[in-house]
């Protein structure tokens, strides 16, 4: 062999081993996992002639703390999507009292069920420099589909404490990204690190039963197996509140929850693994 | 000096006759020649990919937020329908810097022409230690294989800057990259370690095997100024493995050398990182310095001017460089007294290089000047080192630095250093050892069409890129129009993304020029340059072993045009007896 | 195509931008001389038949001239820095008795806290506004920068000023404007995702204006935004 025919031999030795790391692992690259995809066929469906219901309203008492006003002239494309000066709420509450941005979810009672992860994506969006819901509720390996409606730059950082955590930005309007949450949490604190006002929270839960209450404190979880359950209302500030119901074949229960202003202050749980379903060791943070 | 003065010995080391299998011969092999044409191989590929990188970037630049054509191929991690996110944009930046100083240029420099040149100029068989050099590109290989890898991880590849500073780069809650920037610290720390070794080979084999008679001021100037970087290297790399390491620890066990909560300093790291990084600049120019004289005195047929104050001005770099490093700092916050002292000695840097500078002029003053391609990229490299060291003044200044630090003063500047600086003078020693690492020569015609391209593309790149400074415009930034200072700018950054395609265009280009010649080009004569240092005296390409006889050296290494003589070069090894030893 | 300095409106300002063009002019006649020397040899010593290159190693007096020019040169340009750097940034330059206020840098905000009626710093009756820096003209102003996470840089370009924010450490800088107006602070230094709209508005009140503004916040509560 001449040395001109090593050139051949060493190019290919040194570049197409170097090509070679090129297809690593492409692919892995979600930020959530998708375990939660691979839901079991045999999952017990809920025959709709049994199914029942839980609603209520979650009420507040007391004196709601006064908002602050926040100062968006740094992002005029916001602010001229709010006819009201747009306030940090940390408590919202109804005109007849309701209180908005609880997250209602069954904490015991389903035992070892598993349920097929809805097809239909859970949204959060960013709109007016403000999250849109403020709490959004998804099951585990259900996707959450994040959009930016605002021409400016936004992140949504998440930082939960169970699940795998991603920071990713939005730069312009009409982007949307779809991430999924392998196992259940509550709550999951989002951020948005170019707003500092911006927040919310993203509750995770193994089973499709949760329901964040309306602007008048309404919720409704249907579908259920009947059965005897804990349910618990998580508010932000104010902390949670459980209780216990039980539902029989077609029937809805009424589950009322109440906060009072005593309440803020308190602990408010986050990152928190929930329902029995899953096995003890699964709560490694 | 006296002890360095000493007669070299020539160690004389078996030369292997017997056939060697095909892996040991080509692949895992110990020939120098051999783990150079490995080096030169796979530093074009990582050229290649930092070169790529700049486009993406120039692109985002250039349009943002525009799809990019063939963008969609690309994750939705890094950009959704084709668009750059900012956390890709940051990724891209730093890796760029990367692999453009750790796996281009710096082993261009020194793994590719250290490892074939010092045997054959000093005249010896092979290095003095063999079977770590192998290692050596092994390592080398690896550690740019991890670092390419880490772009395919959950959360990307790092995103804190070549230069890493923490805290972004040791917390992942402030970057968003965890595993990438592990990555980043392993593979650069193997690199290090492979720098290392090659560091030692070189040391030991300059000073222990030089032919007879090869005293030190014979040496020719690429060995002084490959000599003088291995030191530089040896001293200033362990300062950055330590360093690395700390950053391992901060990011993987919860040590906090480098963030403040509990006790650490940020600006510890930016003290040892560019500890390491100020001599590392030497390391990028120095060798890149020695061709350029090599390839100047040849191409003008004349000893070079003032040898000896050449090789003083590179030791007087070489120890300065390791007293300069606070420039990098005087808006970080470091105690502004320090800062004076650093700028005396940074200013007083810039002289060793402008004599430099002006002895390659000497050295064309009163030549007979032939224009071959390397000839081209060797005074390429002299017009743009020089503005590259013209800017560096402004920076070097404490209170202009408050402007212009951390702008595309500062990016301008470090690009004419080290594209229009060392990638200049790589080109031109890829084009003038080419017939003899392969025996085959690059067509001239070619290789000027490449220098012109390269040569006008370059300075529309990157001379704007000061007045982008001026005006403002901070480094790294993914869209500069957001800021109101910078609203007007836009057709500048526009104009220059598109030299810069076309730079990247003209590297495609040689790419192709390269591997043509590779197996097309005309044969190679021995010395088809005409030039005087020893590898020219030897077949091209050279046999295992390169001298079955060791040559002897008369001569300083670049006597040229002498009076007496015919010809108009007299090799190093040629009798004095031809012609008297003028030098010295 | 804009190309050179934004308007300067600080009194640091003239000494920076005069010692860039002081530069400039030097460096620029460097540079002609090695250009043009460079093509001037290139073109006169081009290869011609009959003639052979001059056979020389090097003149002494050359080396001496072309090490001792620069050196002069570069000592001369650091003294004047040096001085012009004490001025600045040494903490004996730093005037009594001025505007103290207090930045902290986040991902991706500027975080302002000014001194509340007591014009002192660091006590109860402080305020933070959240991306929005004002202080009065030809009045010197300090401020002590900080930041909570990882390095931030303040760049304010029309005053000529940029100095890091390390988490850790204060930082002061002092700087004094010449002109009202409104501008923004910019982000100099890599820091996240949002490094390149890390901005906040900057406002330069007459000195009367500045007190009207000023009262107006120490009077009442704080709008507060981000913590």
């Known amino acids: ?285 | 000096m006296a002890t360095m003065m000493a007669e070299p010995t020539g160690v004389p080391v078996r030369v292997e006759e017997h056939p060697q299998s095909f892996i040991r011969k080509y692949i895992f092999s110990t020939d120098h020649k051999i783990i150079g044409i490995q080096f030169l191989f796979t530093c074009l590929f990582f050229l290649l990919i930092g070169g790529l990188l700049a486009v993406m970037l120039r692109f985002q630049l250039g349009f943002p937020g525009a799809t990019m054509p063939g963008g969609s191929l690309l994750p939705e991690t890094m950009a959704p329908d084709g668009i750059i996110l900012p956390e890709f944009y940051n990724s891209l930046v730093t890796m760029h810097g990367t692999f453009m100083v750790f796996f281009a240029v710096m082993p261009l420099l020194v793994g590719v022409y250290a490892n074939y040149l010092i045997p054959v100029q000093i005249g010896t068989h092979d290095m003095a230690f063999p079977r770590l050099n192998m290692m050596s590109y092994w390592m080398f290989l690896v550690s740019g294989l991890i670092m390419l890898s880490s772009f395919w991880v959950i959360g990307g590849a790092s995103a804190s800057g070549w230069t890493q500073y923490a805290p972004l780069s040791a917390s992942p809650e402030a970057s968003g990259v965890s595993t990438g920037q592990i990555l980043w610290i392993v593979s650069i720390a193997i690199f290090a370690f492979s720098s290392l070794l090659g560091s030692v080979n070189y040391i030991t084999t300059i000073i222990n095997q030089r032919a007879p008679g090869m005293t030190w001021l014979r040496l020719p100037l690429v060995i002084w100024t490959l000599f003088i970087t291995a030191i530089l290297g040896l001293l200033a790399i362990p300062v950055l493995t330590a360093a690395l390491i700390m950053l391992l620890f901060d990011q993987t066990i919860g040590t906090t050398f480098f963030l403040p909560d509990t006790g650490g300093q940020p600006l510890l790291w930016q003290h040892l990182f560019w500890f390491f990084g100020h001599p590392e600049v030497y390391i990028l120019i120095l060798p890149g310095m020695g061709f350029v004289s090599e390839i100047i005195a040849n191409g003008s047929r004349k000893p070079i001017f003032g040898y000896k104050s050449m090789v003083y001005a590179i030791i007087a770099i070489a120890g300065l460089g390791f007293i300069v490093w606070g420039h990098h700092m005087f808006q970080s916050g470091m105690n502004p007294a320090l800062g004076m002292s650093f700028m005396i000695t940074t200013l007083i840097i810039a002289v060793p290089s402008a004599i430099k500078v002006f002895n390659w002029m000497g050295t064309m003053w009163g030549g007979s000047i032939r224009f071959h391609t390397p000839f081209l990229f060797a005074v390429g490299f002299v017009m743009l080192f020089a503005i590259g060291g013209f800017s560096g003044i402004f920076m070097a200044s404490s209170p202009v630095d408050i402007f212009i630090h951390d702008t595309y003063f500062i990016v301008a500047h470090i690009h004419y250093v080290l594209f229009g600086g060392s990638l200049f003078a790589i080109f031109g020693a890829i084009y003038y050892w080419f017939p003899k690492m392969f025996g085959r020569m690059i067509n001239e015609t070619a290789g000027k069409i490449h220098f012109f391209l390269t040569f006008v593309l370059f300075n529309l790149v990157f001379f704007p890129m000061h007045g982008l400074g001026m005006a403002g415009m901070m480094r790294r930034i993914y869209e500069p129009a957001q800021y109101e200072h910078l609203s007007g700018i836009q057709d500048t950054n526009t104009m220059v993304s598109w030299a810069a395609f076309g730079l990247f265009a003209s590297g495609l280009y040689f790419m192709v020029l390269f591997f043509w010649s590779l197996f097309k080009g005309k044969p190679a004569p021995e010395n088809p340059w005409e030039a005087t240092t020893l590898e020219w005296t030897l077949p091209s390409p050279p046999m295992h072993g390169n001298w079955k006889e060791l040559p002897t050296v008369y001569h300083g290494p670049y006597e040229y045009s002498h009076p007496d003589m015919e010809k108009d070069w007299l090799l190093q090894n040629e009798r004095p007896d031809v012609v008297s030893p003028a030098h010295h | 195509m804009d190309w050179s300095f934004p308007i300067n409106i600080s009194t640091q300002g003239v000494g920076i931008d005069n010692m860039f063009w002081l530069i400039f002019w030097i460096t620029g006649a460097a540079f002609l001389i090695v250009e043009v020397g460079v093509l001037w040899f290139l073109w006169k010593y081009r290869a011609r038949d009959g003639h052979k290159a001059r056979y020389t190693h090097g003149h002494l007096g050359a080396e001496i001239i072309w090490t001792t020019i620069p050196a002069v040169t570069m000592v001369a340009l650091g003294i004047m820095s040096g001085q012009m750097w004490a001025d600045i940034r040494s903490p004996s330059s730093f005037p009594e008795n001025a505007l103290t206020i207090g930045v902290s840098a986040k991902q991706f905000e500027w975080n302002v806290t000014y001194p509340g009626a007591d014009r002192v710093l660091g006590n109860e009756d402080d305020f933070t506004i959240r991306n929005r820096f004002e202080f009065p003209v030809d009045e010197p102003v300090i401020v002590r920068l900080e930041s909570e996470d990882v390095i931030h840089s303040f760049f304010i370009p029309e005053m000529r000023v940029k100095q890091d924010a390390v988490p850790g450490m204060t930082i002061p800088i002092w700087f004094e404007a010449t002109q009202t107006g409104e501008f923004q602070i910019a982000c100099a230094e890599l820091c996240g995702l949002g490094h390149y709209r890390m901005r906040a508005r900057v406002v330069v009140h007459e000195a009367d204006a500045f007190n009207r503004w000023y009262d107006e916040h120490t009077g009442a509560a704080q709008v507060a935004a981000a913590d």
């Open chain 1, 1 to 285: 062999m001449s040395f001109r025919d090593s050139t051949w031999v060493a190019l290919f030795a040194a570049v197409a081993l170097g090509c070679g790391g090129g297809d690593g692992d492409a692919g892995s690259s979600d930020g959530g996992g998708d375990a939660g995809s691979d839901a079991p066929a045999a999952a017990p469906a809920v025959d709709p002639a049994i199914a029942a219901t839980v609603s209520g309203t979650v009420s507040f008492t007391g004196t709601a703390p006064a908002g602050t006003a926040i100062d968006m002239s740094e992002e005029p494309a916001c602010a001229e999507k709010h006819t009201t000066t747009p306030m940090i709420q940390p408590v919202r509450v109804g005109d007849g009292g309701g209180l908005g941005d609880v997250f209602v979810y069954v904490k015991e009672g389903l035992g070892d069920m598993t349920f097929p992860t809805p097809a239909a994506a859970a949204v959060l969006d960013q709109n007016g420099c403000e999250y849109a819901p403020h709490v959004v509720g998804v099951m585990a390996g259900q996707d959450l589909n994040i959009r930016n409606s605002d021409p400016v730059l936004h992140n949504i950082n998440t930082q939960p404490e169970i699940n795998r955590g991603f920071n990713v930005s939005q730069p312009r309007a009409g982007m949307e990204s779809t991430r999924t949450f392998r196992d259940a949490e509550v709550m999951i604190p989002v951020k948005c690190d170019v707003h500092g006002w911006m927040n919310a929270y993203i509750g995770v839960t193994d089973n499709p039963y949760h329901a964040v209450s309306s602007a008048d404190g309404s919720f409704t979880i249907s579908g259920l197996p009947p059965g005897e359950y804990v349910i618990e209302a998580w508010h932000a500030t104010l902390g949670v509140s459980t209780q216990t119901i039980t539902v029989g074949d077609a029937e809805t229960g009424t589950a009322d929850f109440s906060f009072s202003e005593d309440m803020a202050g308190g602990p408010v749980p986050m990152g928190e693994t929930v329902d029995l379903a899953h096995p003890a060791g699964h709560t490694a943070g």
